[in-house]
């Protein structure tokens, strides 16, 4: 039997700057000497990357995720809880020092957090944007904004399953001021890595006001 110290990461991540910065967060575990498996959902017939390098173990849970709105709102209130509860189950079997949780993108927060029996760690980047920035951003019509009132049960998800979380991590100093006031929980800031050897100052060029955005391509944004 293995005698280094062992980590769990859970997440429902598609991709994004999320995904890449938890693979970072696994790249520096693994450099400090942890063993790394990596729990995750998956959607049925979805053609999605979500396993991740420099890990020990990965354990896969395929969802059949309805896709009528009205049905799949119920799905995420009953069913998904009594998923990710399993999940913990297997989770808490295990000697993990602890347990790095991302975002599921059906809940921000996932259930998961709830039932684990382990120290919580959430990687928690930005709340439920769409219950707390002006509605105009996120639901420009009046179809959006009724999918929007629908679902305002997962809000009251989010905010419960954050609150289950024993330290939040988040990528900015902003994003800290929002998690206080939303969750009414205090934030450590790490910002995310960048490798130094590739980006570093070139003082040749001549400083301009200009403002870069890196993300992924979407009207909100």
């Known amino acids: 039997m293995s005698s280094k ?4 990461v859970f997440h429902n991540l598609p991709g994004g700057g999320s995904y890449r ?14 063993e790394v498996d990596v729990y995750y959902t998956t959607e049925k017939g979805q053609s999605l990357k979500r396993s991740l390098n420099n890990v020990l173990r990965t354990y896969e849970y395929k969802l059949s995720i309805p896709r009528n709105l009205i049905v ?6 009953c069913v998904l809880p009594n998923i ?3 999940i913990a189950k297997k989770i808490n079997k ?12 059906l809940t921000k927060s996932p259930y998961v957090i709830k039932f684990i029996k382990h120290k919580r760690v959430y990687v928690l980047h930005e709340p439920q944007r769409e219950f707390y ?3 105009g951003i996120h639901a420009p019509d009046l179809k959006k904004r009724i999918a929007n ?18 330290y939040i991590i988040c990528n900015s100093t902003y994003s800290r001021q929002i998690i206080k006031k939303i969750y009414k929980k205090d934030a450590i800031l790490l910002y995310p890595a960048v490798d130094k050897n590739i980006f570093k100052p070139d003082r040749s060029i ?3 006001n200009l403002i870069i955005v890196v993300g992924t391509i979407s009207k909100v944004k």
């Open 72 to 77: 799949r709102l119920i799905w995420i209130l």
């Open 21 to 34: 910065v938890m693979q970072q967060l696994i790249d520096h575990l693994v450099g400090l000497g942890y």
């Open 94 to 105: 295990k000697a993990y020092r602890f347990v790095l949780i991302n975002h599921d993108y």
């Open 149 to 166: 009132m629908l679902r305002y049960p997962i809000k009251i998800v989010d905010e419960n399953n954050t609150k289950n979380a024993d």
């Open 84 to 86: 990710h509860k399993e």
């Open 133 to 135: 920035e002006p509605a």
């Open 5 to 8: 110290k062992k980590v769990a």
């Open 206 to 208: 001549k400083k301009e």
